[in-house]
């Protein structure tokens, strides 16, 4: 099952592509020990030849074409590529650091990622800057992310280190004067590539949405067609269409776009199982679906999935208890402002529910 939690990971979508220097130096390297399980694919037909490979699918886990098995995938060729690391030239060796921490990232490891990340003792990749700013917003410390963003000035586009640093400021403080601040730099976009355009757009509408603009972060999302936007995008997207009360648009779009919902995000699909509550649906294939989900996942107490686990049983199936449990369990790991909220919300719930 893939994972997209927003706003993590909001810059994994530009980082896979910035320019990699060969100049580092490592520490000491140290074997991951990822816990996986190999499923029955046949690994021959789905083998990665390289880091440029490696770092297409991982990113493509992002996407609603995503086949489920990306993620194994990649940890199978950086487990392959540990054995050789002394072989590695030393961009090698940087890019592998930093696809194993996305890896880590992605599962909300941020403090193992930020240490492994050590491992590169001169920073010279713009891509290493950008997750490890992303990591210090997960853990509310946008004085730290902002920093990180400020290192990209010079070694990436103009473009990606402006919208990194407002991002960062906005985690903190959520003002209007950001989000003009901003839009002023559209402009750039007009010679910027593909995945940075669409990122600047998906951080616009992201802000906009949280300063109540609905309309307006439906418009910054619509520059990237629907279903070439990424998970983290489309989540945007939904709580756009909730504010407007676009329930049925959620729905019917999910329906027509998501090819698989056994192999579809948890985080979208409790978009799509809110939207059909609120059209008063109360059985579904979607549903029941996401129910097995999240059945899977407390019996595994999976904190990498706790934000989705709480805000399960905290919206679609109430159990505040077990909403506290997980919404508590995320806390320890990612502390964005979003994260709180999801706590408190969570607290407050099963407080009521004991008064009532």
């Known amino acids: 099952m893939k994972y ?13 592509l910035l320019v990699l220097s060969p100049c580092s130096v490592f520490a000491q390297p140290q074997k991951l020990d990822f816990d996986t399980v190999i ?7 789905l083998s990665i030849a390289n880091l440029d490979e490696a770092e297409k ?43 194993e921490a996305r890896l880590l990232q992605g599962i909300h490891k941020f403090e193992q990622a930020e240490q492994h990340l050590k491992q590169i003792t001169h920073f010279r990749s713009p ?32 473009l990606i280190a402006f919208t990194c640093m407002v991002d960062a400021e906005f985690s903190q403080n959520t003002e209007s004067k950001l989000l003009k601040k901003l839009k002023a730099f559209e402009t750039y976009t007009s010679k910027a590539r593909v995945a940075e355009r669409q990122w600047f757009y998906e951080v616009l509408a992201d802000m906009s949405l949280q300063l109540g ?6 418009q910054h999302l619509s520059q990237t067609e629907f279903e070439h936007l990424p998970i983290s995008a489309m989540l945007v997207w939904a709580d756009a269409n909730f504010a407007l009360e676009n329930y049925e648009v959620v729905t019917s779009t999910l329906a027509r776009l998501v090819p ?26 979607v549903q029941s679906q996401l129910a097995k989900n999240m059945e899977i996942r407390v019996w595994r107490e999976d904190s990498s999935h706790a934000a989705q686990v709480a805000t399960y049983f905290l919206e679609i199936a109430p159990n505040y208890p077990l909403a506290v449990k997980f919404a508590e369990l995320n806390w ?12 408190e919300r969570a607290r407050s719930a099963l407080d009521a529910s004991a008064e009532a």
């Not at 997209?4 to 896979?16: C, D, G, Q």
């Not at 210090?136 to 010079?154: P, R, S, T, Y």
């Not at 320890?332 to 706590?343: E, F, P």
């Open 4 to 16: 997209v939690k927003r706003p993590a990971l909001k810059f994994a979508l530009v980082s896979a």
């Open 39 to 45: 499923a029955s694919w046949q690994p021959q037909h």
């Open 57 to 99: 699918v991982l990113s493509s886990s992002r996407y609603l074409s995503a086949t489920g098995d990306e993620r194994e995938r990649v940890i199978r060729f950086t487990n392959r590529m540990r054995k050789d690391f002394t072989s590695l030239n030393a961009g090698q060796r940087e890019r592998l650091v930093i696809l």
């Open 127 to 158: 891509g290493a800057y950008l997750l490890m700013a992303d990591i210090a917003i997960q853990q509310g410390d946008a004085k730290k992310a902002k920093e990180n963003c400020e290192k990209l000035v010079g070694k990436t586009s103009f």
């Open 213 to 218: 603009g609905a309309e307006e972060a439906l």
């Open 260 to 285: 698989d919902i056994s192999k579809a995000d948890d985080g979208l699909l409790l978009k799509w199982v809110k939207a059909e509550r609120k059209q008063g649906v109360e059985s579904s294939a």
């Open 332 to 343: 320890q790991y990612a502390q964005a402002s979003s994260d709180k909220r999801l706590l």
